[in-house]
């Protein structure tokens, strides 16, 4: 069974720190590109960040640029989410994705994750 879990999420205050993680299971995604969305209480999904499967590129949404960093092990199989400066506007379940190239998976990624809740306190 093909899947992505992530693990990591948490209550931090405001200017705290958390690392996601996202561990792909069931076939290789070392040739995939992985990204991470959010979604906050009564709003959208939105992306927030995606990396390339070689690591030479990433894309971020504004909001979180200077803040995030994404990263992967491909022998691993495995993303991650390093978030720091961390906003109580940043409160959302995030949910790791997989997608063809950094740019498709903005906006039709192939697999998605079950999320893990992050809760950032004033």
């Known amino acids: 069974q093909v899947q992505l879990v992530e693990s990591g999420g948490g209550l931090v205050q405001a200017g705290g720190s958390l690392r996601l993680s996202c561990a792909a299971s069931g076939r290789s995604f070392s040739t995939s590109a992985m990204g991470w969305f959010r979604q906050a209480p009564g709003k959208e999904r939105e992306f927030v960040a995606a990396?390339?499967?070689?690591?030479?590129?990433?894309n971020y949404a504004d909001s979180v640029k200077g803040r995030f960093t994404v990263s992967r092990d491909n022998a691993k199989n495995t993303v991650y989410l390093q978030m720091d400066s961390l906003k109580p506007e940043d409160t959302a379940v995030y949910y790791c994705?997989?997608?063809?190239?950094?740019?498709?998976?903005?906006?039709?990624?192939?697999?998605w994750g079950q999320g893990t809740q992050v809760t950032v306190s004033s």
């Open positions: 990396i390339s499967f070689s690591s030479i590129t990433t």
């Open positions: 994705a997989a997608g063809l190239n950094t740019i498709i998976l903005q906006s039709t990624p192939d697999l």
